[in-house]
């Protein structure tokens, strides 16, 4: 090979330098350091001076902040409700606001403006009760048309001063609820407006950073394998830290898109190191971004010198660096049925896709892009060895996943067509793969050196290869933003008869599951089908059966009632999971009323019954399982075509309700 300094003085195509030396500070790392904190020092600095759109002068406006906090939990009935905007609001602008406390309207009096236009105070005319209290609120235009709308929740823990008769408390929970599209739905215009970069910056990024993973780790695995002489020569050294850098900008456009979508924000929102913390509560796929982040820079202590994958004294750390980050990809989708099987598939689905894509990279771009000796006839050789076995992984592995997230699915949701694709992509990365390792190892069984036509020809096989490698990994990075048919958190679950709710009045179209639908923890799935945005205060409450026992907020058991907020304001699915879920502490038929309000009209109380039997699953005869909750029930206007039984309007009824931790 030409540029060995051992044994020529000219410098070729591929020069290689004695392992050491790759040790000694290399200019251009450090400048790939530099211009890396440079550009993420200036992002910063962005994010600050530059204004977000929300404050932009324009003819939209948003709520900056609302007193009482949504969430918050007061000692005593707040006096007043203070809106502040992010921008001016002009004469013709009708703010509004309303307050439930126990689906009870409460005294609001007239909005006082302050004099820059920004604060809007509405005085509470009356103490609220003690519970919790929806609030929604709405900013009107001169044609009636809604600017902004939005609803929050706040709790009083005290009586009023002056409560008399039955205590009609109720509580309230908003945690555990992981909110995801429904399939198919319609995004509002504006919506789609708002999130559509951020969510064009999660893909790009995850492609980016997902395929430097890869290319790092199957190059540094063939590297270990079958071609130790490879950090001798600086094509590799540059390849590799190239690839690292492009790997960290990946990473770090995820990080900040994936922050910025997850706090429901613009994508400068997510610039500020301190919103990539939030991930952590965003589940395993938010934990796994930030462990990305941590693993693909450390990435670069293996990258700077590549021949520590082969020293015995750090081979331990330089595989177990890129292995975490192989780990963190397959983190990206913990969702489906059986998720630790899933996730277990996911690491040898991904680890595996690893020595294939990225070995042929190395193989395309560094082990080919010229003649040499007889140890680039052994790395191709070595990396058509052991890429077969990756392959088979990779596809059966592939296989297992299709049928774990999408079964039978496959050209009835949007997952499974876009699957079909990328099955399509990797039969194609197959087919040329077989046949470039067929020639290899035909043609180079009894090569002693690599010429120059020989190169030039494998080099165009390994380059389509690696270039149908990159479309399978758009296609995965597309999966990854859409539903699967099984994954549904619930869908272990033995779900109850679904309870639907239609009524023309308000708009609201919508479906409520329960399972498993015994005594103790039950999940829910709210489905809200229309309309497509404008509701506030949606929410259910679950009614406990007639003669069922005195209710123990504190064991939560016996006939304890529960109400139970949904944070969905348009078309969408709200799921809680069982281990979160509401307890319903007896047997007996309980009673499901739904409430909610949309710019069309109010859907209050509509109800609904359904059966909760025994934690051992038996019937318990001694309670009733055939009438709902106590209270005038009265038929209502609202439809039920997939329910023979009509909803029902039931009146307040005084209970005590227990609270969800």
Same mark, same amino acid.
């Given at each position: 090979?030409?540029?060995?300094?051992?044994?020529?003085v000219r410098v070729?195509?591929?020069?290689?330098?004695?392992?050491e030396?790759?040790?000694?500070?290399?200019?251009a790392?450090?400048?790939?350091w530099?211009?890396?904190?440079?550009?993420?020092?200036?992002a910063?600095l962005l994010?600050?001076?530059t204004?977000s759109?929300?404050?932009?002068?324009d003819?939209?406006n948003?709520?900056?902040e609302?007193?009482?906090?949504d969430g918050?939990?007061?000692?005593t009935?707040?006096?007043e409700?203070v809106l502040?905007f992010?921008?001016e609001?002009?004469?013709?602008?009708v703010?509004?606001?309303?307050v439930?406390c126990?689906r009870?309207?409460?005294?609001i009096g007239?909005?006082e403006?302050?004099i820059?236009?920004?604060?809007?105070?509405?005085p509470v005319?009356e103490?609220v009760?003690?519970g919790?209290c929806f609030?929604?609120w709405f900013?009107?235009?001169?044609?009636?048309s809604?600017?902004a709308?939005?609803?929050?929740t706040f709790?009083?823990t005290s009586?009023?001063?002056?409560?008399?008769g039955t205590?009609?408390?109720?509580?309230?929970?908003?945690?555990?609820f992981?909110t995801?599209?429904?399939v198919?739905t319609e995004v509002s215009?504006?919506?789609?407006?708002s999130?559509?970069?951020?969510?064009?910056a999660i893909?790009?990024g995850?492609m980016l950073s997902t395929?430097?993973?890869?290319?790092i780790?199957?190059?540094l695995?063939l590297i270990s394998v079958?071609?130790?002489?490879?950090p001798?020569?600086?094509?590799?050294?540059?390849?590799?830290?190239l690839?690292?850098a492009?790997?960290?900008?990946?990473?770090?456009?995820?990080i900040v898109?994936?922050?910025a979508?997850?706090a429901?924000g613009?994508?400068?929102?997510?610039?500020?190191?301190?919103?990539?913390l939030?991930?952590?509560?965003?589940?395993?796929?938010?934990?796994?971004?930030?462990?990305?982040l941590?693993?693909v820079a450390a990435c670069?202590?293996?990258?700077?010198r590549?021949e520590?994958?082969?020293?015995?004294t750090?081979?331990?750390?330089?595989?177990?660096i890129?292995?975490?980050?192989?780990i963190t990809?397959?983190m990206?989708?913990t969702d489906?049925p059986?998720?630790?099987?899933?996730?277990?598939v996911?690491?040898?689905?991904?680890?595996s896709s690893a020595?294939?894509?990225?070995?042929a990279?190395?193989v395309?771009?560094?082990v080919?892009?010229?003649?040499?000796e007889?140890d680039?006839?052994?790395?191709?050789?070595?990396?058509c060895?052991?890429?077969?076995p990756a392959m088979?992984?990779?596809a059966?592995?592939?296989?297992?996943?299709?049928v774990r997230?999408?079964?039978?699915?496959l050209?009835?949701?949007?997952?499974g067509?876009v699957?079909?694709?990328?099955?399509?992509?990797?039969?194609a990365?197959l087919?040329?793969?077989?046949a470039?390792?067929?020639?290899?190892?035909?043609?180079?069984?009894?090569?002693?050196?690599?010429?120059?036509p020989?190169?030039?020809r494998?080099?165009?096989?390994?380059?389509?290869e690696?270039?149908?490698?990159?479309?399978v990994?758009?296609f995965s990075?597309w999966?990854?933003?859409?539903?699967?048919?099984?994954?549904?958190?619930?869908?272990?679950e033995?779900?109850l008869?679904?309870?639907?709710?239609t009524?023309?009045?308000?708009?609201?179209?919508?479906?409520v599951?329960?399972?498993?639908?015994r005594v103790?923890?039950n999940?829910?799935?709210?489905?809200?089908?229309a309309?497509?945005?404008g509701v506030?205060?949606?929410s259910?409450r679950?009614?406990p059966?007639?003669?069922a026992a005195?209710?123990?907020?504190?064991a939560?058991?016996?006939?304890c009632e529960?109400?139970q907020?949904i944070?969905?304001?348009?078309?969408?699915?709200a799921?809680?999971?069982?281990?979160?879920?509401?307890?319903?502490?007896?047997p007996?038929?309980?009673?499901?009323e739904?409430?909610?309000?949309t710019?069309?009209?109010?859907?209050?109380g &509509?109800?609904? #019954?359904?059966l /909760?039997?025994?934690? !051992?699953? @038996?019937?318990?005869t001694s309670?009733? =399982?055939? %009438?709902?909750?106590?209270? &005038?029930?009265? #038929?209502s206007? /609202?439809t039920?075509? !997939?329910? @023979?039984?009509?909803?029902?309007?039931t =009146?307040t %009824?005084?209970?005590?309700t227990?609270?969800?931790p």
């Amino acid at each position: 090979m030409e540029g060995r300094l051992t044994t020529v003085v000219r410098v070729g195509l591929r020069t290689r330098v004695p392992s050491e030396a790759t040790g000694r500070p290399n200019v251009a790392l450090v400048a790939t350091w530099f211009v890396a904190a440079v550009v993420m020092c200036a992002a910063a600095l962005l994010g600050v001076l530059t204004p977000s759109p929300a404050s932009a002068q324009d003819a939209t406006n948003s709520l900056q902040e609302i007193t009482p906090a949504d969430g918050a939990v007061l000692d005593t009935s707040p006096t007043e409700i203070v809106l502040v905007f992010t921008q001016e609001l002009a004469d013709d602008h009708v703010p509004t606001l309303a307050v439930q406390c126990d689906r009870a309207a409460q005294s609001i009096g007239e909005p006082e403006i302050d004099i820059d236009a920004f604060i809007v105070t509405f005085p509470v005319l009356e103490p609220v009760p003690r519970g919790s209290c929806f609030v929604s609120w709405f900013l009107r235009a001169a044609d009636d048309s809604v600017i902004a709308t939005d609803t929050s929740t706040f709790s009083v823990t005290s009586d009023p001063p002056a409560t008399e008769g039955t205590d009609t408390s109720t509580d309230t929970t908003d945690g555990g609820f992981d909110t995801v599209p429904a399939v198919p739905t319609e995004v509002s215009t504006a919506s789609a407006e708002s999130t559509g970069s951020t969510d064009g910056a999660i893909w790009l990024g995850r492609m980016l950073s997902t395929m430097a993973i890869l290319v790092i780790f199957g190059s540094l695995a063939l590297i270990s394998v079958g071609w130790p002489e490879g950090p001798e020569y600086i094509v590799t050294v540059r390849f590799l830290r190239l690839t690292w850098a492009l790997g960290l900008l990946g990473t770090l456009i995820y990080i900040v898109g994936f922050a910025a979508q997850f706090a429901d924000g613009s994508f400068g929102s997510g610039l500020s190191p301190s919103a990539w913390l939030d991930l952590n509560d965003a589940g395993w796929a938010g934990r796994g971004a930030l462990l990305r982040l941590v693993f693909v820079a450390a990435c670069g202590w293996v990258v700077v010198r590549p021949e520590r994958i082969i020293d015995p004294t750090t081979a331990m750390w330089a595989w177990l660096i890129p292995g975490v980050a192989i780990i963190t990809v397959a983190m990206s989708r913990t969702d489906g049925p059986a998720p630790f099987l899933g996730f277990l598939v996911g690491i040898v689905h991904v680890a595996s896709s690893a020595i294939w894509f990225g070995g042929a990279a190395l193989v395309a771009r560094v082990v080919l892009a010229g003649p040499g000796e007889d140890d680039l006839v052994q790395a191709t050789k070595a990396f058509c060895k052991i890429s077969v076995p990756a392959m088979l992984f990779t596809a059966v592995t592939g296989v297992v996943q299709m049928v774990r997230l999408d079964g039978g699915d496959l050209f009835s949701s949007s997952h499974g067509r876009v699957v079909l694709l990328k099955a399509v992509a990797v039969a194609a990365m197959l087919a040329v793969a077989l046949a470039a390792r067929q020639q290899v190892m035909l043609r180079l069984d009894r090569a002693q050196e690599l010429t120059a036509p020989t190169a030039d020809r494998f080099r165009r096989a390994f380059t389509a290869e690696a270039a149908i490698g990159v479309v399978v990994l758009m296609f995965s990075g597309w999966l990854v933003s859409l539903e699967p048919a099984k994954s549904d958190p619930l869908a272990g679950e033995d779900y109850l008869p679904a309870m639907f709710f239609t009524d023309p009045t308000s708009g609201i179209d919508a479906r409520v599951s329960v399972a498993p639908g015994r005594v103790g923890r039950n999940g829910l799935k709210v489905e809200l089908e229309a309309p497509a945005e404008g509701v506030t205060g949606l929410s259910l409450r679950l009614i406990p059966p007639t003669g069922a026992a005195p209710c123990d907020p504190v064991a939560q058991t016996g006939g304890c009632e529960v109400t139970q907020p949904i944070n969905l304001t348009g078309a969408g699915t709200a799921v809680l999971l069982t281990e979160n879920g509401v307890p319903l502490g007896a047997p007996g038929t309980w009673t499901l009323e739904l409430s909610g309000s949309t710019t069309q009209g109010v859907l209050q109380g &509509a109800a609904n #019954t359904f059966l /909760v039997v025994a934690a !051992d699953g @038996t019937v318990d005869t001694s309670v009733d =399982t055939t %009438t709902p909750a106590t209270g &005038a029930v009265q #038929t209502s206007v /609202v439809t039920s075509p !997939d329910n @023979t039984a009509g909803f029902a309007t039931t =009146t307040t %009824t005084t209970t005590t309700t227990t609270t969800i931790p």
